[in-house]
């Protein structure tokens, strides 16, 4: 069968017929916001990289929470900016701290929106590496324990589910068995499992004060080049008790997502990051593209490459278009 007899046309014609035949759709549901909480009171400081986004004191992230649930979008990701850094990354696993204490705030007055809590020593270290340094290496197995406890910490403030970004081999069991052995069994795991060491993160370590203060991620986050090992990780984090898996950054990694979505049978998270936003809002600024339209059709193309949930700092703008436009 060909041209003149097959016109693919035909089902392009007119609105009707295209929503008819639509393979892919982009829902508010698929949402997850994410938010930078720091200490003290009425605080909602832009971060000059990422228009549009703030590191916010509690009352202000309550208020964000609010405005997640009333546009239906149903959870947040919490980053925190503690109070104090040192070499373990102690502020990360302390419950007096500041994501504990926002997650305790948003479940005691939102009790119906999901939080997950960003599992990661990084922010809360004085080097910025995601795990414990030894000898100007980042040591894996005595950073276990550490994210082990700060994952319970989140779980104990009412956390409904940890998200580690650490990318420390054996974190998905440690942090399994620590739940377990406290009576957390229920609380899902989202593995950050495919996390690149990409250029794309740049604006995020403005936003949560969390830049590497010697060398980079190179020893821990994976190789741009490199897909099948995305798989080898996967596997790892599904047999260590992963709930959920991510891939990230989203956008350049469109192909990693359709394979992890075909070779695994959970939930398939894609993080639209920082600097994938920041391209957009920096051109959209100049006026050089309808921003509206350039989001929703990348948030989509993530979900047509498999992603089953998506991560964006666009989530509340988009969530208004979503609406606009039905
Ligand atoms: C911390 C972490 C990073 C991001 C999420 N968790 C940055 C990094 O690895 O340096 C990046 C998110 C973004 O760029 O939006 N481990």
Known sequence: MQFPTVRPRRLRRTE????????????????????????GKNIKEPIASMPGVYQMSPDQILREGESCLKLGIPAVMLFGLPAYKDEKGSSAFDPQEIVPQTVMLLKRE?????????????????????????????????????LAQAALVHAQAGADMVAPSDMMDGRVAAIR??????????????????????????????????????????????????????????????AEGADLLMVKPALAYLDVIRAVKEKTNVPVVAYNVSGEYSLVKAAAEKGWLEESKIVL??????????????????????????????
Request: proline content about 5%.
């Open 16 to 39: 009707a017929l295209r929503r008819f035949v639509r393979e892919t759709t982009l829902s508010v549901n698929d949402f997850v916001y994410p938010l930078f909480v720091v200490h």
């Open 110 to 146: 939102l009790p119906e929106l999901l939080v997950i809590t960003d599992v990661c020593l990084c922010g809360y270290t004085g080097h910025g590496h995601c795990g414990v340094v030894e000898n100007g290496e980042v040591k894996n197995d005595a950073t276990l324990p550490l």
């Open 177 to 238: 068995k620590l739940l377990d052995q406290h009576h957390y069994e229920d609380i899902p795991i989202l593995s950050y499992a495919v996390k690149y060491a990409s250029a794309f993160y740049g604006p995020f370590r403005h936003a949560a004060d969390s830049a590497p203060q010697f060398g980079d991620r190179r020893s821990y986050q994976m190789d741009p080049a490199n897909i099948r090992e995305a798989l080898k990780e996967v596997e790892l984090d599904l």
């Open 297 to 326: 059709e990348m948030l989509l193309s993530m979900k047509r490459a498999g992603a089953d949930i998506i991560l964006t700092y666009h989530a509340k703008d988009a969530a208004l278009w979503l609406q606009e436009r039905s």
